[in-house]
């Protein structure tokens, strides 16, 4: 098949199979901005737009993408040269597959080229809605206290009378300052990473920092500016060359920067838009009053059982989620965790029935089509255990119930932060602690209780023996059994004994 490259003047000739906008692109203006342009908003927030403007709606909520960080200039090249469009492939379990190209980005700015232009783009009556995905630790919050992090030689840089701003935080600010001197109304500030009450969290860093420069600022912020909460999930494992050649092969697009996802998609929104919002019931999203429900059941059901599979998964040789999900002990120690710990500490979920929501976690793990890497899930989890597990252990303890496959899990991180597999291979451990995790994980042969004596992200947990006392017994079994001796007594008793 010949391959066309992806830009606005080649959509026409793209094969019949793919996709198209069936819009006017040249006629949409940017009504946000959003922060950390990767494979996760192209896959879904991105994707929700470009459903409301195929269906003639929302023309003045099209995307400014910015990137802050040095890595962001990849996504700057790659959008630039194709006009902000890109690939969306579906992967279906049974092989197939579905190509769409998404028109919704209009634009791309990379704040270290022209930092001015961000904030003059974010500072326009046009935008309504600045969005984020920049990771858990992007908000700069201690993992156990959830304090703003002022410290930070970069936020300490960015509030420095008079600096050009670098960060997230400090041109986000500035652009409020000029909205606010210039008689604009605020825009919305939207956070959509996986974190509990991720607009709460948006607002008290957003406004700590505030505060760092000009207390009377912070205060306006607190006031008038909104902050919504938001649940979002879709599987989308990172691009590989493999994903780019098999665009080009099966579609004929060239397509420098596709992305790939499962079939599954939600979104629960907050309805919470002083200055307006697309109609994005319009596309399938849950907007509603309350997300908390929805938002506890996401973080603490797909989200900690990703981290139950990835590190016993990865010591027992996988490196596909789909092929630690295949294993039915595996399988039979992710249902367990979620029936038995993680379900009692949750609400009742408006039109969700939690039982066949399980069972469907189950099922998207296990598509063999996706080919999420157990290295992705593994990554960063000093800031994704203290948020996404550890909530369920403190209930559970204060509630006395059992915590047993929690600890385990914890204790499957402190084998795999070791950094050597079971067979003696070395573990790329990604993380931003790595090098003091790691330190710490290979004395706990000798003290067992090493790992979880970190009090800057497991407080007091060890001085609990409820939990204190399976967190050993498990590591102990992962040091002398293995990992999947360990997992398979953990489906078939919920605890290592």
């Known amino acids: 098949m010949a391959v066309t490259a992806l830009t606005q003047w080649t959509l026409a000739s793209l094969p019949r199979e793919v996709g198209v ?20 908003h192209r896959a879904h927030q991105a994707m929700y737009l470009d459903r409301l403007m195929n269906a003639g709606l929302a023309h003045d909520w099209a995307i400014c993408g910015v990137g802050v960080l040095p890595g962001d200039a990849r996504m700057r090249d790659a959008l630039t040269a194709q006009d902000g469009l890109y690939t969306l492939v579906v992967k279906h379990p049974d092989g197939s597959r579905q190509a769409r190209v998404i028109g919704s980005i209009i634009d791309y700015l990379f704040a270290p080229d022209d930092p001015e232009a961000v904030i003059e783009k974010m500072a326009g009556p046009a935008v309504r809605v600045v969005s984020l995905t920049v990771t858990e630790g992007g908000y700069n919050i201690h993992p156990v206290t959830g304090e703003f992090d002022a410290g930070n030689p970069g936020i300490r ?47 008290r860093t957003f406004t700590a920092f505030a505060r760092l420069r000009a207390p009377a600022l912070a205060d306006w912020m607190e006031d008038e500016v909104a902050f919504p909460n938001s649940m979002v999930d879709r599987i989308t494992p990172v691009t590989t060359d493999e994903d780019r050649e098999s665009v080009a092969r099966i579609f004929g697009v060239g397509d420098a920067w596709p992305v790939v996802c499962e079939p599954f998609t939600q979104w629960a929104l907050e309805d919470r838009f002083p200055a307006g919002r697309p109609p994005l019931e319009e596309a399938g999203v849950q907007v509603v009053a309350d997300v908390e429900p929805y938002e506890l059941m996401k973080l603490r059901l797909l989200n900690a059982s990703h981290q139950a599979l990835c ?27 979620m029936d038995a710990e993680a379900t009692p500490t949750l609400r009742p979920v408006p039109g969700v029935d939690l039982d066949a929501y399980k069972r469907t976690l189950v099922e998207r793990f296990s598509n063999p089509e996706v080919r999420d890497t157990i290295a992705r899930l593994c990554a960063e989890s000093s800031d994704r255990i203290p948020k996404w597990l550890l909530p369920v252990v403190r209930e559970r303890l204060a509630a006395g119930g059992e915590v047993g496959r929690a600890a385990a899990v914890v204790a499957s991180w402190a084998r795999y932060a070791e950094g050597v597999d079971e067979r003696g291979e070395p573990i790329t451990v990604v993380d931003r602690l790595a090098g003091r995790l790691t330190a710490i994980a290979r004395t706990q042969r000798e003290r067992p209780t090493a790992f979880i004596e970190n009090r800057e992200l497991f407080g007091d947990l060890a001085d609990d ?33």
Do not use: W
């Open 311 to 337: 590190y016993f998964g990865h010591l027992m040789g996988h490196r596909y989620v789909h092929e630690a999900a295949g294993e039915p002990a595996i399988a039979t120690f992710l249902l367990g965790y």
């Open 157 to 203: 840089a960015d509030a420095t009378p008079g600096a050009v701003p670098a960060t997230v935080f400090g041109l986000v600010t500035e652009a409020l300052r000029r909205r606010r001197d210039r008689g604009i109304p605020p825009f919305t500030i939207m956070s959509c990473d996986n974190i509990q009450g991720n607009g709460d969290v948006a607002r």
């Open 465 to 497: 023996k409820r939990f204190a006392e399976p967190y050993l017994r498990a590591l102990a079994s992962l040091h002398t059994r293995g990992a999947r001796a360990t997992v398979e007594e953990l489906a078939e008793r919920g605890e290592v004994r």
């Open 21 to 40: 906008p069936g819009y006017d692109r040249s006629v949409l203006t940017a009504g946000i901005v959003h922060f950390g342009v990767g494979g996760f």
